[in-house]
T-cell receptor
Framework: GAVVSQHPSRVICKSGTSVKIECRSL??????MFWYRQFPKQSLMLMAT?????????EQGVEKDKFLINHASLTLSTLTVTSAHPEDSSFYIC??????????FGPGTRLLVL | GENVEQHPSTLSVQEGDSAVIKCTYS??????FPWYKQELGKGPQLIID?????GEKKDQRIAVTLNKTAKHFSLHITETQPEDSAVYFC???????????FGGGTRLMVKP
């Protein structure tokens, strides 16, 4: 299956700082990528759809000014959590989109905001 | 929008036994149903998927069945091994919005 990488794998930051998470589609060009958030013992919740060369589409309830998404190339999408707070602590996972429907996920980034 | 229900939430089996996880979906337009395995601290890994034009698909010890009329699909794992222990998620896609909607997950524990 398609390979997706994320960096960093885990990050600890102070409240009020910003954190950038990178998602790379390693073996094919992805015009569309997705960002999910997963709280402990819960399912994956879609945050936004990242579109190469255009603005991201955010799900209802997700603040676009807080979770900045940039998809500047066909292999890289970034998620920046701005002014992070403890409630933003979560597991953030990205995925690419292959053959129009199959999604392969990255290894995830665990964010802890102190 | 699409709603996917998954049962059971936890499942404990003895090594060598079979495990079955069931999911139902609400949007009859959904036509793609993947299953993911997620190990602790890792991202979900696609293990098998099925499309609505197929009723059953098998890959070694893993099989998935789909009943479009009843809008439910199931994952079957035979001859379970301790390394099968993980959280399994079903998902559905193809309905309104064409987004992947996940079930709540099943924590499978295989006892050696």
């Amino acid at each position: 299956g398609a390979v997706v990488s994320q960096h960093p794998s885990r990050v600890i930051c102070k409240s009020g700082t910003s954190v950038k998470i990178e998602c790379r589609s390693l073996d094919f060009q992805a015009t569309t990528m997705f960002w999910y958030r997963q709280f402990p013992k819960q399912s994956l919740m879609l945050m936004a759809t990242s579109n190469e060369g255009s603005k991201a589409t955010y799900e209802q309830g997700v603040e676009k000014d807080k979770f900045l998404i940039n998809h500047a190339s066909l292999t890289l999408s970034t998620l920046t959590v701005t002014s992070a707070h403890p409630e933003d602590s979560s597991f953030y996972i990205c995925s690419n989109l292959a053959l129009g429907e199959t999604q392969y996920f990255g290894p995830g980034t665990r964010l802890l905001v102190l | 929008g699409e709603n996917v229900e998954q049962h059971p939430s936890t499942l404990s089996v003895q090594e060598g036994d079979s495990a079955v996880i069931k999911c139902t979906y609400s949007d009859s337009a959904s036509n793609y149903f993947p299953w993911y395995k997620q190990e602790l601290g890792k991202g979900p890994q696609l293990i098998i998927d099925i499309r609505s034009n197929v009723g059953e698909k098998k890959d070694q010890r893993i099989a998935v069945t789909l009943n479009k009329t009843a809008k439910h699909f199931s994952l079957h794992i035979t001859e379970t091994q301790p390394e099968d222990s993980a959280v399994y998620f079903c998902a559905a896609k193809g309905g309104a919005g064409n987004m992947l909607t996940f079930g709540g997950g099943t924590r499978l524990m295989v006892k050696p």
